[in-house]
Protein backbone atom coordinates (compact mmCIF):
# COMPACT_ATOMS: atom_id res chain seq x y z
CA UNK A 1 0.00 0.00 0.00
CA UNK A 2 1.27 3.71 -0.57
CA UNK A 3 0.05 7.04 0.34
CA UNK A 4 -0.70 8.25 3.67
CA UNK A 5 -4.31 7.01 3.81
CA UNK A 6 -6.45 4.32 2.79
CA UNK A 7 -10.30 3.61 2.45
CA UNK A 8 -12.14 0.97 3.33
CA UNK A 9 -15.46 -0.32 4.04
CA UNK A 10 -16.83 -2.27 6.57
CA UNK A 11 -18.17 -4.67 3.60
CA UNK A 12 -16.66 -5.08 0.39
CA UNK A 13 -19.34 -3.61 -1.95
CA UNK A 14 -20.19 -0.63 -0.06
CA UNK A 15 -21.18 2.56 -2.64
CA UNK A 16 -20.37 4.80 -0.54
CA UNK A 17 -17.04 3.84 0.66
CA UNK A 18 -16.19 3.18 -2.93
CA UNK A 19 -17.30 6.60 -4.35
CA UNK A 20 -15.29 8.11 -1.64
CA UNK A 21 -12.18 5.72 -2.31
CA UNK A 22 -12.73 7.38 -6.25
CA UNK A 23 -12.76 11.25 -5.40
CA UNK A 24 -9.61 10.44 -2.95
CA UNK A 25 -7.81 9.54 -5.92
CA UNK A 26 -7.39 5.64 -4.50
CA UNK A 27 -6.32 3.65 -7.05
CA UNK A 28 -6.29 0.05 -5.38
CA UNK A 29 -9.54 -1.41 -5.06
CA UNK A 30 -11.09 -1.41 -1.61
CA UNK A 31 -11.30 -5.22 -2.07
CA UNK A 32 -7.44 -5.65 -2.54
CA UNK A 33 -6.91 -3.93 0.32
CA UNK A 34 -8.94 -5.35 3.10
CA UNK A 35 -10.67 -8.88 2.56
CA UNK A 36 -13.97 -8.79 4.72
CA UNK A 37 -13.94 -12.68 5.43
CA UNK A 38 -15.90 -14.93 7.76
CA UNK A 39 -15.01 -18.05 9.40
CA UNK A 40 -17.26 -21.19 9.50
CA UNK A 41 -19.42 -20.31 12.49
CA UNK A 42 -20.12 -17.01 10.80
CA UNK A 43 -17.72 -14.98 13.03
CA UNK A 44 -16.47 -11.67 11.19
CA UNK A 45 -12.73 -11.28 10.37
CA UNK A 46 -11.13 -8.86 8.83
CA UNK A 47 -7.81 -8.85 7.19
CA UNK A 48 -5.73 -6.09 5.77
CA UNK A 49 -4.22 -7.66 2.82
CA UNK A 50 -0.02 -7.87 2.64
CA UNK A 51 2.37 -9.45 0.58
CA UNK A 52 2.85 -13.51 1.36
CA UNK A 53 6.52 -12.97 1.11
CA UNK A 54 6.83 -9.89 3.19
CA UNK A 55 8.24 -11.36 6.52
CA UNK A 56 9.73 -8.17 7.49
CA UNK A 57 6.51 -6.31 8.29
CA UNK A 58 4.43 -8.45 10.24
CA UNK A 59 2.19 -6.15 12.45
CA UNK A 60 3.14 -3.09 10.61
CA UNK A 61 2.27 -2.72 7.16
CA UNK A 62 -0.12 0.28 8.22
CA UNK A 63 2.58 1.98 9.98
CA UNK A 64 2.03 5.76 10.25
CA UNK A 65 -1.26 5.30 7.50
CA UNK A 66 -4.20 7.18 8.52
CA UNK A 67 -7.22 4.26 7.66
CA UNK A 68 -10.56 5.70 6.30
CA UNK A 69 -13.59 3.19 7.25
CA UNK A 70 -16.48 3.92 5.78
CA UNK A 71 -19.81 2.79 7.21
CA UNK A 72 -23.40 2.77 5.66
CA UNK A 73 -26.52 1.63 6.09
CA UNK A 74 -27.33 -0.47 2.86
CA UNK A 75 -27.54 -4.15 1.34
CA UNK A 76 -27.54 -6.87 3.52
CA UNK A 77 -25.87 -6.28 6.76
CA UNK A 78 -27.87 -4.75 9.34
CA UNK A 79 -27.12 -1.68 11.59
CA UNK A 80 -25.64 -3.94 14.73
CA UNK A 81 -24.01 -6.11 11.92
CA UNK A 82 -22.10 -3.06 10.23
CA UNK A 83 -21.60 -1.46 13.82
CA UNK A 84 -19.83 -4.91 14.91
CA UNK A 85 -17.85 -5.06 11.54
CA UNK A 86 -16.30 -1.38 12.09
CA UNK A 87 -15.57 -1.81 15.55
CA UNK A 88 -13.30 -5.42 14.13
CA UNK A 89 -12.00 -3.65 10.78
CA UNK A 90 -10.50 -0.22 12.94
CA UNK A 91 -8.99 -2.91 15.85
CA UNK A 92 -7.34 -4.61 12.85
CA UNK A 93 -5.90 -1.62 11.32
CA UNK A 94 -4.30 -0.24 15.00
CA UNK A 95 -3.15 -4.05 15.63
CA UNK A 96 -1.09 -3.63 11.99
CA UNK A 97 0.17 -0.18 12.57
CA UNK A 98 -2.59 2.52 11.85
CA UNK A 99 -1.42 5.81 13.61
CA UNK A 100 -5.26 7.01 12.74
CA UNK A 101 -8.41 5.19 12.48
CA UNK A 102 -11.36 8.17 10.80
CA UNK A 103 -15.07 6.52 11.11
CA UNK A 104 -16.96 8.00 8.38
CA UNK A 105 -20.93 7.19 9.16
CA UNK A 106 -23.31 9.67 7.94
CA UNK A 107 -25.94 8.49 9.59
CA UNK A 108 -24.42 7.62 12.89
CA UNK A 109 -25.66 4.40 14.69
CA UNK A 110 -27.58 4.37 18.18
CA UNK A 111 -28.50 8.09 17.79
CA UNK A 112 -32.26 7.58 18.70
CA UNK A 113 -30.73 5.95 22.29
CA UNK A 114 -29.27 9.32 23.38
CA UNK A 115 -30.24 9.36 27.12
CA UNK A 116 -31.48 6.31 29.57
CA UNK A 117 -33.30 5.71 32.31
CA UNK A 118 -30.79 7.48 35.25
CA UNK A 119 -30.01 10.91 35.74
CA UNK A 120 -26.36 10.10 35.09
CA UNK A 121 -28.01 9.14 31.32
CA UNK A 122 -28.84 13.18 30.87
CA UNK A 123 -27.08 15.52 29.43
CA UNK A 124 -25.44 18.22 32.31
CA UNK A 125 -27.84 20.54 32.93
CA UNK A 126 -30.95 19.46 31.07
CA UNK A 127 -33.89 18.73 33.30
CA UNK A 128 -36.14 15.61 32.10
CA UNK A 129 -39.76 14.71 33.13
CA UNK A 130 -40.59 11.63 34.99
CA UNK A 131 -42.44 10.75 32.20
CA UNK A 132 -39.15 10.95 30.41
CA UNK A 133 -37.37 8.59 32.24
CA UNK A 134 -40.29 6.12 32.31
CA UNK A 135 -39.46 6.38 28.25
CA UNK A 136 -36.20 4.79 28.55
CA UNK A 137 -36.98 2.28 31.57
CA UNK A 138 -35.34 -1.00 30.68
CA UNK A 139 -33.51 0.41 27.78
CA UNK A 140 -29.79 0.56 27.22
CA UNK A 141 -28.22 3.84 26.88
CA UNK A 142 -26.61 2.81 23.56
CA UNK A 143 -25.39 6.20 22.04
CA UNK A 144 -22.93 5.96 25.20
CA UNK A 145 -22.07 2.57 24.70
CA UNK A 146 -21.59 2.68 20.73
CA UNK A 147 -19.29 5.91 21.73
CA UNK A 148 -17.14 3.85 23.95
CA UNK A 149 -17.04 0.52 22.06
CA UNK A 150 -15.46 2.97 18.78
CA UNK A 151 -13.35 4.11 21.27
CA UNK A 152 -11.88 1.13 22.67
CA UNK A 153 -11.79 -0.30 18.89
CA UNK A 154 -9.41 2.12 17.78
CA UNK A 155 -11.59 4.79 15.96
CA UNK A 156 -9.41 8.23 16.88
CA UNK A 157 -12.23 10.64 14.36
CA UNK A 158 -15.40 10.53 13.45
CA UNK A 159 -17.77 12.42 11.15
CA UNK A 160 -21.00 12.09 10.35
CA UNK A 161 -23.49 14.45 8.47
CA UNK A 162 -26.57 16.27 9.86
CA UNK A 163 -26.91 14.43 13.57
CA UNK A 164 -30.44 15.31 15.12
CA UNK A 165 -29.35 15.08 18.40
CA UNK A 166 -27.83 17.64 20.78
CA UNK A 167 -27.32 15.18 23.92
CA UNK A 168 -25.76 12.39 20.71
CA UNK A 169 -23.38 15.80 20.18
CA UNK A 170 -22.03 16.22 22.96
CA UNK A 171 -21.41 12.89 24.19
CA UNK A 172 -19.39 12.25 20.72
CA UNK A 173 -17.25 15.50 21.37
CA UNK A 174 -16.86 14.66 25.17
CA UNK A 175 -15.47 11.19 24.16
CA UNK A 176 -13.58 12.33 20.81
CA UNK A 177 -12.54 16.11 21.65
CA UNK A 178 -12.03 18.21 18.73
CA UNK A 179 -12.13 15.18 16.16
CA UNK A 180 -16.10 14.74 16.17
CA UNK A 181 -17.50 16.38 13.33
CA UNK A 182 -20.72 17.00 12.13
CA UNK A 183 -21.10 18.20 8.55
CA UNK A 184 -24.40 20.53 7.81
CA UNK A 185 -25.77 19.91 4.76
CA UNK A 186 -27.25 23.39 4.62
CA UNK A 187 -24.92 25.28 1.84
CA UNK A 188 -25.64 22.06 -0.24
CA UNK A 189 -29.10 22.81 -0.54
CA UNK A 190 -28.63 26.29 -0.77
CA UNK A 191 -26.70 26.19 -3.62
CA UNK A 192 -28.71 23.10 -5.72
CA UNK A 193 -31.68 25.41 -4.90
CA UNK A 194 -30.25 28.97 -6.06
CA UNK A 195 -28.51 27.39 -9.07
CA UNK A 196 -30.81 25.15 -10.83
CA UNK A 197 -34.06 26.67 -11.11
CA UNK A 198 -36.40 25.26 -7.91
CA UNK A 199 -37.34 28.69 -7.15
CA UNK A 200 -37.74 30.50 -9.81
CA UNK A 201 -40.48 33.22 -9.63
CA UNK A 202 -41.06 36.30 -12.07
CA UNK A 203 -42.54 38.20 -9.37
CA UNK A 204 -39.77 39.83 -6.94
CA UNK A 205 -42.13 40.54 -3.81
CA UNK A 206 -42.76 36.70 -3.77
CA UNK A 207 -39.45 35.15 -3.11
CA UNK A 208 -39.27 31.82 -2.02
CA UNK A 209 -39.91 30.95 1.90
CA UNK A 210 -37.42 29.14 3.95
CA UNK A 211 -39.74 26.86 6.37
CA UNK A 212 -39.11 24.90 9.61
CA UNK A 213 -41.53 22.52 10.46
CA UNK A 214 -41.42 22.45 14.02
CA UNK A 215 -38.87 23.62 16.51
CA UNK A 216 -36.33 21.01 16.56
CA UNK A 217 -35.61 22.07 12.22
CA UNK A 218 -35.53 25.19 13.10
CA UNK A 219 -31.82 25.80 12.96
CA UNK A 220 -31.46 23.83 10.25
CA UNK A 221 -33.65 26.04 8.53
CA UNK A 222 -31.61 29.31 9.75
CA UNK A 223 -28.62 27.84 8.15
CA UNK A 224 -30.38 27.09 4.83
CA UNK A 225 -32.12 30.52 4.85
CA UNK A 226 -28.08 32.17 5.92
CA UNK A 227 -26.65 30.05 2.94
CA UNK A 228 -29.34 30.68 0.61
CA UNK A 229 -29.00 34.36 1.46
CA UNK A 230 -25.30 34.77 0.30
CA UNK A 231 -25.46 32.58 -2.55
CA UNK A 232 -28.13 34.95 -3.55
CA UNK A 233 -26.12 37.94 -3.16
CA UNK A 234 -23.08 36.29 -4.33
CA UNK A 235 -24.83 35.41 -7.81
CA UNK A 236 -28.13 37.01 -7.85
CA UNK A 237 -29.69 34.38 -9.22
CA UNK A 238 -33.34 34.65 -7.15
CA UNK A 239 -36.38 36.91 -8.10
CA UNK A 240 -36.74 37.79 -4.72
CA UNK A 241 -35.54 37.53 -1.45
CA UNK A 242 -36.26 35.01 0.53
CA UNK A 243 -38.04 34.74 3.78
CA UNK A 244 -38.13 32.39 6.50
CA UNK A 245 -41.01 30.78 8.12
CA UNK A 246 -41.17 29.07 11.80
CA UNK A 247 -43.66 26.78 12.43
CA UNK A 248 -44.31 23.99 15.34
CA UNK A 249 -46.69 21.41 16.11
CA UNK A 250 -49.42 20.58 18.85
CA UNK A 251 -49.92 17.09 20.06
CA UNK A 252 -54.09 16.45 19.83
CA UNK A 253 -53.54 12.69 20.62
CA UNK A 254 -51.62 9.78 20.74
CA UNK A 255 -50.84 10.27 16.74
CA UNK A 256 -52.11 13.56 15.81
CA UNK A 257 -50.62 17.11 15.81
CA UNK A 258 -51.67 20.60 14.71
CA UNK A 259 -49.25 22.35 12.90
CA UNK A 260 -49.25 26.15 13.81
CA UNK A 261 -47.21 28.99 13.34
CA UNK A 262 -44.67 30.10 15.74
CA UNK A 263 -45.16 33.55 17.26
CA UNK A 264 -41.16 34.39 16.52
CA UNK A 265 -41.73 33.42 12.50
CA UNK A 266 -40.58 36.33 10.22
CA UNK A 267 -43.55 35.49 7.76
CA UNK A 268 -46.89 34.66 8.44
CA UNK A 269 -49.29 31.87 6.40
CA UNK A 270 -50.71 34.82 4.95
CA UNK A 271 -47.77 35.94 3.66
CA UNK A 272 -47.75 33.02 1.48
CA UNK A 273 -49.87 32.92 -1.41
CA UNK A 274 -47.86 32.26 -5.41
CA UNK A 275 -45.07 31.83 -3.41
CA UNK A 276 -42.88 28.67 -3.51
CA UNK A 277 -42.09 27.33 0.49
CA UNK A 278 -38.73 24.77 1.45
CA UNK A 279 -39.93 22.54 4.14
CA UNK A 280 -36.62 21.79 5.79
CA UNK A 281 -35.86 19.22 8.10
CA UNK A 282 -32.96 16.54 9.05
CA UNK A 283 -34.64 12.92 9.05
CA UNK A 284 -37.77 11.44 8.02
CA UNK A 285 -39.40 8.07 9.00
CA UNK A 286 -43.07 8.16 8.51
CA UNK A 287 -43.67 11.70 7.11
CA UNK A 288 -47.01 12.22 8.35
CA UNK A 289 -45.79 15.46 10.40
CA UNK A 290 -44.26 16.79 7.21
CA UNK A 291 -47.50 15.77 4.76
CA UNK A 292 -49.61 17.92 7.81
CA UNK A 293 -47.38 21.00 7.66
CA UNK A 294 -47.51 20.93 3.88
CA UNK A 295 -51.02 20.75 3.78
CA UNK A 296 -51.19 23.74 5.98
CA UNK A 297 -48.97 25.37 3.40
CA UNK A 298 -51.13 24.40 0.06
CA UNK A 299 -53.94 25.75 2.09
CA UNK A 300 -52.31 29.11 2.47
CA UNK A 301 -52.10 29.43 -1.37
CA UNK A 302 -48.72 28.52 -1.66
CA UNK A 303 -47.69 27.66 -5.43
CA UNK A 304 -45.06 25.08 -4.71
CA UNK A 305 -43.72 23.00 -1.87
CA UNK A 306 -40.58 21.24 -1.45
CA UNK A 307 -39.50 19.12 0.78
CA UNK A 308 -35.49 19.21 1.42
CA UNK A 309 -34.85 16.51 4.32
CA UNK A 310 -31.02 15.18 4.73
CA UNK A 311 -32.14 11.35 5.91
CA UNK A 312 -34.63 9.55 3.86
CA UNK A 313 -35.85 6.23 5.66
CA UNK A 314 -37.95 4.79 3.00
CA UNK A 315 -40.93 3.50 4.88
CA UNK A 316 -44.21 1.96 3.80
CA UNK A 317 -45.79 4.88 5.82
CA UNK A 318 -42.93 7.49 3.69
CA UNK A 319 -44.57 6.47 0.31
CA UNK A 320 -47.84 6.53 1.15
CA UNK A 321 -47.92 10.01 3.15
CA UNK A 322 -45.59 11.87 0.64
CA UNK A 323 -46.90 10.87 -2.43
CA UNK A 324 -49.70 13.23 -2.12
CA UNK A 325 -50.12 16.09 -4.38
CA UNK A 326 -49.44 18.94 -1.78
CA UNK A 327 -45.95 17.99 -1.83
CA UNK A 328 -44.26 18.65 -5.43
CA UNK A 329 -40.50 18.03 -5.18
CA UNK A 330 -38.35 15.66 -2.26
CA UNK A 331 -34.69 16.78 -2.07
CA UNK A 332 -32.84 14.51 0.20
CA UNK A 333 -29.34 12.74 -0.01
CA UNK A 334 -27.78 9.45 0.00
CA UNK A 335 -26.65 9.26 3.67
CA UNK A 336 -28.74 6.23 3.58
CA UNK A 337 -27.81 5.09 0.14
CA UNK A 338 -30.73 2.69 -0.35
CA UNK A 339 -32.73 5.76 -1.79
CA UNK A 340 -30.62 5.70 -4.61
CA UNK A 341 -32.53 2.42 -5.32
CA UNK A 342 -35.67 3.08 -7.94
CA UNK A 343 -37.71 0.64 -5.70
CA UNK A 344 -37.13 1.94 -2.77
CA UNK A 345 -38.26 5.51 -3.96
CA UNK A 346 -41.33 3.61 -5.18
CA UNK A 347 -43.67 6.23 -6.09
CA UNK A 348 -41.58 9.04 -5.11
CA UNK A 349 -39.16 8.84 -7.43
CA UNK A 350 -41.67 11.00 -9.81
CA UNK A 351 -40.50 13.99 -7.33
CA UNK A 352 -37.36 12.89 -5.86
CA UNK A 353 -34.04 14.12 -6.46
CA UNK A 354 -31.20 12.81 -4.62
CA UNK A 355 -27.34 15.11 -4.20
CA UNK A 356 -25.16 12.33 -3.70
CA UNK A 357 -22.56 13.81 -1.19
CA UNK A 358 -19.06 11.31 -1.72
CA UNK A 359 -17.89 15.14 -3.00
CA UNK A 360 -18.52 16.84 0.05
CA UNK A 361 -17.40 14.33 2.27
CA UNK A 362 -14.22 14.25 0.70
CA UNK A 363 -13.93 17.93 1.09
CA UNK A 364 -14.57 17.77 4.37
CA UNK A 365 -12.07 15.23 5.42
CA UNK A 366 -9.23 17.03 3.30
CA UNK A 367 -10.32 20.06 4.88
CA UNK A 368 -10.22 18.00 9.00
CA UNK A 369 -8.48 15.29 8.22
CA UNK A 370 -5.81 14.61 5.92
CA UNK A 371 -4.49 18.13 5.34
CA UNK A 372 -2.88 19.63 3.10
CA UNK A 373 -3.12 21.63 0.07
CA UNK A 374 -6.44 20.91 -2.64
CA UNK A 375 -8.94 22.48 -4.70
CA UNK A 376 -12.22 21.35 -3.37
CA UNK A 377 -14.66 19.28 -5.43
CA UNK A 378 -17.49 22.28 -7.15
CA UNK A 379 -19.93 21.83 -7.24
CA UNK A 380 -19.26 19.36 -3.84
CA UNK A 381 -21.81 16.94 -5.35
CA UNK A 382 -23.61 15.30 -7.83
CA UNK A 383 -27.41 14.70 -8.69
CA UNK A 384 -29.33 11.18 -9.23
CA UNK A 385 -32.44 11.90 -10.79
CA UNK A 386 -34.98 9.38 -12.18
CA UNK A 387 -36.35 9.69 -16.06
CA UNK A 388 -39.45 9.73 -14.64
CA UNK A 389 -39.22 13.06 -12.56
CA UNK A 390 -39.89 16.30 -15.05
CA UNK A 391 -36.09 17.46 -13.94
CA UNK A 392 -34.22 14.63 -14.89
CA UNK A 393 -33.47 16.73 -18.42
CA UNK A 394 -31.95 19.18 -16.35
CA UNK A 395 -29.83 17.45 -13.59
CA UNK A 396 -28.11 16.26 -16.97
CA UNK A 397 -26.63 19.83 -17.18
CA UNK A 398 -25.37 19.96 -14.07
CA UNK A 399 -20.95 19.72 -14.21
CA UNK A 400 -19.53 16.81 -12.88
CA UNK A 401 -23.02 14.79 -12.96
CA UNK A 402 -20.90 11.64 -13.65
Known sequence: MTGDFVVVGAVADDPLANDIAHYLNQETEISDILANKSFANTEFCPRFISDERDFDHIGHQLDGKTVILVSSCSGEHSRNARAMRSFLVARAAKDNGAARVVLVEPDLFYSAQDRGPRPEHSRPGVSRSLQDYKKFDGQPFSAMLYADLLKTSGVDVVMTVHNHSDAVQELFCQHFKDCFFNLCPAELYANYLANYGLTSNDDPSKGMV??????????????????????NEKLLLLQGKPSLLLMDKERCGERKVKIVTRADSPTRLEDLAGRVVVVCDDMVRTGGTIAECCRHLKEAGVSRVIFVVTHFNSSPEVKENLHVNIIDDIITTNTLPNILNRDM????????????????IVNALREHVLGGNFVPYVPPYTVDVSRKNPRWSLSQQLLGNT
Open 345 to 360: QGRLRHKMLVLKIERW
Open 210 to 231: ICAPDNGAAPFAREVFHYLNRE
